[in-house]
């Protein structure tokens, strides 16, 4: 390996003249022990409280990955250090590559009421947090949940996706996983903070998109729970509106129609 001049690693500046000597004194570290071979150098030049500050992170760092190593002969921890160390890095690198997905909300906006393949109405009563499908008879269509479908835009996206407010208030569908299940609610949020998604902190769960699948119907898949479908009850009335999977088709319906 290579000398390793510390002053390099937190100073890109290239030196004219070889590195002095800290003080006057050179350490040199060899052991027979350890594979590596490994020279320390520390440069006085230039200076700062910042290279201090930086220096003194990392020999803190090097300390604390040593005190985890236990009774370890030195050939180990020095085996063990490094190999701490280029765990770290590849950590560093996998997470920079992590894309953040971003959502734009644009000028589009469509009122509707949505029933199911089984002409049950979806309805919502003041303060819960989920939606029911009724089969509403005549003079009761005022229970109709009333929806805005506000459009957004993404590089990443693989179709119109939707926002889905209840009209005139701040409560929007929303879908997020607990433990196996994806989970349908309602949440309070300002349309403001909704104007542009980000993936980070889940807040894609405000998403859907939005898929038409012929004879005016749509279904509404999860943009944070993929594969995952706002459904209704193929044969119970008054049941929670709830995500299911395209398997479970068969005592749930997927496809809504806009009126």
Known sequence: MEDFDLSQALDNTPLEKPPRSCCGFTAQAEDESCPYDMRLVI???????QRVADLTVVILKFKKALSNFGEL?????CNALFERLIEERSTEILESNVKKRV???VDSVNQCTLCD???KDLTHTPGEVKLHAITLKGGNCEQKVRFELCKYISTEAKGTLVLLTIINSDLHLTC???GSQA??????????ELKRISSENNMDRFLFYKIITGMGMRKFESVSCPGWYISTSSTDENQPVE??????AATRLTEFREH
């Open 183 to 192: 989970v349908l609610n309602l949440e309070d949020c300002t349309v403001s």
């Open 103 to 105: 959502y734009q909300r």
């Open 43 to 49: 440069s006085c030049n230039h200076k700062t409280m």
């Open 73 to 77: 002969s030195d050939k180990e921890q």
């Open 176 to 178: 997020s996983m607990e």
């Open 243 to 248: 995500m299911c999977r395209v398997n479970n």
């Open 117 to 119: 393949g089984a002409q």
